[in-house]
Structures are given as C-alpha cells and as structure tokens.
C-alpha cells in the first residue's frame, strides 16, 4: 500500500503589482523627475545669469580700460628738450588754441564725444583707441563717441569708426580745468564741453567718463541701464 506525501512546502502564486501600486510608483516617479528638472532649471538659469553679468563685466572693464590707457596719453611728445607743447601741439581742426591736446563736443543723440592727440617720436610704440600702434614721428588723434547702434566706437586721424563694445547707450564726459588763475594744474571744476571756452581747453588736467550699458539682467523698467564712471588724468598735466 502507497502512501502519498505532500510536499513539505507549497510555492507561492506568481502575483504582479496591483494597479494601484503601479500608479503609486509612477506618482513617485513623476515627483523625483520634477524636483530633477527643478535643479537642472535652477542650475542652468544661475549659469546663464553667471555668464551674461561676466560678460557684461568684462565689456565694462575693457571700454574703461581702453579709454583710460588713450586719453591718459594726451598731450604726450617725445622731445621736451628740443620742442615745447605749443610747438608740438599747433592750433588745428578742432584743437583751437596751440598746446591743446583735449576737445570734445556734448550734447549729442547719443551722448558726447571725446577727441585727444599725442605726438610718437621715433623709438616710441604707443597703442591707438583702434589696437593700431603708432608709427614714428607723427601726431595721432584718437576719439570716442557713441553710435546709433549703440556701440562704443573709436576713430583715428580721422579714419572709418571702428566698433569697440556693444551695448553702450551713451557716453558722459566733464573736463577738469583750474579756473582760479595761476599756474596750478589742480582740478576747481569739471565742465562739459558745450560749456568750456577756448582759454579752457589747454588747461584740461582730467576728464570724468560715464559710461551708460544696456543692463542685460534688468528685471524692471527702472533696471533698464546701468552706469560706470572713471577719472582719467591727463599726461603731463597732474
């Protein structure tokens, strides 16, 4: 006589999630991809701010550094022995008085203008507004405005403007004069160029520069722009 034995243990039934499960699993799921995509978003909105106000920056630094390094070198000759200012600087164009090396105009549509000229004599390699470098014995005038397409832009001896930065609306500049009589090249006030008389302009020692950018992280209509100001001084005059 057989006897039958069942087996000690029985298997357990294959069973699959529920439908409820599966919808509590793509739930989950859906909130940690969202709260990804939220860090991916944040992430990438911190580096387009990031690179939009370095690029700014560095577009700020390089006007003002262009700037600075050309205008302090008005009225620069090589020869102080042999020549004086009057001589090397005679009265021309827009220079009215001998020994002028600054002019300028203001009040323009898109801001002033600023005009500066220096002499290279022959060992020298001075570095013009457009990245030229100037050649021996010859005058060079640099200037500066501000074109409609609101680019800083830059013309030597009179040649096609060439563009320096982007996004500059206008461009601000007071010239610092000694009005008190005597010799002293210490600065008693800064005017703008509609209001300087001819004796004015060879006693130029400085100018002040306001620059005005298109701020490109305006959040607001009072936003729309930001300013850089620099003091420049004179060559020879401070």
Known sequence: MHTLHRPLFRPRSNRGF????????VLL??????????????????????STLSQQQDSERFAMTVLADVIQHAGFYNNPLVSTLSSAFPA???????????????GGAQGDTITVRYVAGPAD???????????????????????????????????????????VTGMTVTYGVHTTGGTS????????????????WPNVSSVVI????TNALATSAAQQTVSLTRTIAIQGKV
């Open 185 to 200: 090249t210490n600065v008693d006030t800064y005017i703008p160029a509609a209001q300087m008389v001819a004796a004015n």
């Open 29 to 50: 799921a859906a909130f940690l991809l969202g709260g990804l995509f939220a860090i991916v978003q944040s992430n990438r909105r911190a580096f387009t701010t990031q």
């Open 92 to 106: 021309a164009g827009a220079f009215v008085n001998a020994a002028q090396t600054v002019t300028g105009t203001s």
């Open 125 to 167: 390699a001075l570095l013009n507004c457009d990245g030229s470098t100037t050649t021996p014995n010859g005058t060079w005038t640099n200037q500066f405005s501000v074109n409609g397409s609101n680019q800083l832009v830059c013309s030597v001896n009179g040649a096609t403007a060439v563009p320096l930065v982007d996004g």
């Open 210 to 213: 306001t620059l005005t950018f």
């Open 18 to 25: 529920t439908l409820v499960e599966l919808l509590i699993a």
